[in-house]
């Protein structure tokens, strides 16, 4: 069986996800990038997302676990919503189409490569601090 | 773009987020969370849908709504990673190899499969 939700938690993804989509879709059309080219934007709000997901959720889960709303609102919502999936893929295939393998291939494996060292280090940073508070 | 358009972003990205939220718990609740199948359902879902989106060739406030607001929103680079990681950490490394891999190459068919769709539809 799925939990049923519970509607402050739907309220708080909704609104950390609204402000991630905000941040997303302005930074998108402040700095836009040609077709098939490094896609600073999306590269940019990746990889920052990963760091503040790996900060806020070892800090949640090992810190402060008292805060109901606070993983919902910052992870799941602002987090999961400043970072995107599908608009990374569509970027690769437009690159594939115009046939730069070479820059996919740097793009897929820098986002992949920095995005996971963003989460481990910032999750050990958190602990660090702990250890020595 | 309009101040009515910036409303529907802020509206639909909050709504991408709980969409993903409900989807990853449903599949995660039916597969068991040993392997993050539910981002994976969520990030491979949204790639086929944003596809879909570009073979119909949307334009305008309508393309940064649907695919930017809606589907930038449902789908997630920074849970992708994190749960990578955190498989990883718990001795799993070849399981976040299998999880980064699957879906960089299955996403990249579902859109591409969405957006041969689209472009036939």
Known sequence: ?133 | MSPFAWAGVAVLGGGGAILRFLLDGLVSARVGRDLPFGTLAVNLSGALLLGLVTGIVLTGDALVLVAGATLGSFTTFSTWMFESQRLTEEGEGRYALVNVGVSLAAGLGAIALGRFIGGHL
């Open chain 1, 1 to 133: 069986m799925v939990p049923r939700p519970d509607r402050q938690e739907l309220a708080a993804i909704a609104l950390g996800g609204a402000a991630g989509a905000l941040l997303r879709v302005a930074l998108s059309r402040s700095y836009t990038s040609a077709d098939a080219s490094w896609p600073w934007v999306t590269f940019a709000v990746n990889i920052a997302g990963a760091i503040l997901l790996g900060y806020f959720v070892t800090r949640l889960q090992e810190r402060l676990p008292l805060s109901a709303y606070r993983r919902p609102l910052l992870g799941t919502g602002f987090c999961g919503a400043l970072t995107t999936f599908s608009t990374m893929q569509l970027e690769l295939l437009r690159m594939l189409d115009a046939h730069r393998y070479g820059l996919a291939t740097g793009y897929a494996a820098v986002s992949i490569a920095l995005g996971y060292a963003c989460v481990h280090a910032s999750s050990a940073f958190v602990r660090r601090v702990r250890r020595l508070v």
